[in-house]
Structures are given as C-alpha cells and as structure tokens.
C-alpha cells in the first residue's frame, strides 16, 4: 500500500498563504487549511478571542475580515517555521465602511498538521488616541 507523502511546511507555503490573503482569494486561502482548521480571531468575547472550527466557519470568518475592512492587505514582516509550528508578523492596512483608513501591526500563530495549516492564532496591535 502506498502512503503520500505531504510536503513539509516551510517560509514558501506562509508567504503564498499571505499572497492568497492580499488577492482575497478564500479557495486558494482555505487550500493551506486543514478540515477540521481552527481559527481565533482577536477580537471576541473570550480571553482568546472568537474561535471558529472547520473550512465553512473558518471561511466565514475571513470573509466577514474582508468585509469588514474594505481592501485587507497583509504585508508581511517576516515568516518563520519551527517544525510544527510557525509565525507570521505582517502590517495589516484597509479602509473601514466609514472612510477611517487601518494599518495595524499583528502577528499569526500556527499548528501545522499534514502539510497544512490547523491553528492559525491571530494577535492584533489595537491603537488607541
């Protein structure tokens, strides 16, 4: 029998993740992301955020993100992998419904599992005047 053999997680897969995320390409995002992926969001009312569970919640979520903040751009810090686990530090900038302009500072968390992404833990800078 026959076993397939998953490519390794490496700075590659991170940076064309990001680049699935600036084209607002959610098949091309939800392809680096496990079935049964989990997502936590920043904001929500738990210590940890907004948790969503499985492709369709997960998708959901990005969705609302880029709904939300109209033209979501990721630029990415720097990417970095550690076996099974891994970190992106990017600027997230856009434009909120009322016109306000965002760029934020944030970083993900990730579990890599199978050669996919099945953690991505999501911290975010908040500004505040």
């Known amino acids: 029998m026959a076993t397939v053999q998953q490519q390794p997680v490496d700075v590659a897969f991170l940076e064309r993740f990001a680049e ?5 390409d959610l098949d091309a995002i939800m392809a680096h992301m496990t ?3 989990v997502f936590y969001r ?8 907004t948790r969503y569970q499985g492709q ?14 109209q033209g979501v751009r990721f630029e990415p810090i720097r990417h970095a992998v550690f076996g099974a686990r ?23 968390l990730f579990e890599f599992r199978d050669g ?13 005047s």
């Open 20 to 24: 699935a995320f600036n084209r607002h």
């Open 35 to 37: 079935e049964d992926c």
């Open 86 to 108: 891994g970190i992106s530090e990017w600027t997230m900038t856009g434009t909120l419904a009322d016109g306000s302009p965002v760029e934020q500072r944030g970083l993900d």
């Open 42 to 49: 920043s904001s929500g009312p738990e210590p940890y955020g």
């Open 56 to 69: 369709a919640a997960v998708r959901a979520a990005f969705e609302d993100v880029m709904r939300t903040i």
């Open 116 to 128: 996919k992404i099945a953690v991505k833990d999501s911290y975010l800078k908040r500004r505040t």
